[in-house]
């Protein structure tokens, strides 16, 4: 069974920092871009940060740029988002999402997801 399993959300100060982890199982891992959108109340759900696994290409919104870090440990089929300098506009709900890597053409639309993970609150108090 297809799973994207997040955790590492959680409340933080603004200009604090949080990592999300999404364990991903039941699927290709290599094939995959993985990373995460994420949607606040009332808005579309945006892309954030997606990573190549089986090359290590990265893409980053312009808003995280310089804050956020995405990472993978292929071992353990698992991506790491590192978020720094937190402000209280990254308060939202964080999706993990596996896109199908062939080509790499990030940023991505949610039409281009395959898999959702359950998402998890990140919430950025001023």
């Known amino acids: 069974e297809v799973q994207l399993v997040e955790s590492g959300g959680g409340l933080v100060q603004a200009g604090g920092s949080l990592r999300l982890s999404c364990a991903a199982s039941?699927?290709?891992?290599?094939?995959?871009?993985i990373g995460w959108f994420r949607q606040a109340p009332g808005k579309e759900r945006e892309g954030v940060s997606f990573i190549s696994v089986n090359d290590g290409k990265t893409h980053y919104a312009d808003a995280m740029k310089g804050r956020f870090t995405i990472s993978s440990d292929n071992a353990k089929n698992t991506v790491y988002l590192q978020m720094n300098r937190l402000k209280p506009e990254d308060t939202a709900v964080y999706f993990c999402a596996a896109v199908y890597d062939s080509p790499f053409p990030a940023p991505y639309s949610v039409y281009d997801v395959n898999y959702w993970g359950q998402g998890t609150q990140v919430t950025v108090s001023s």
């Open positions: 039941g699927f290709t891992f290599e094939n995959y871009a």
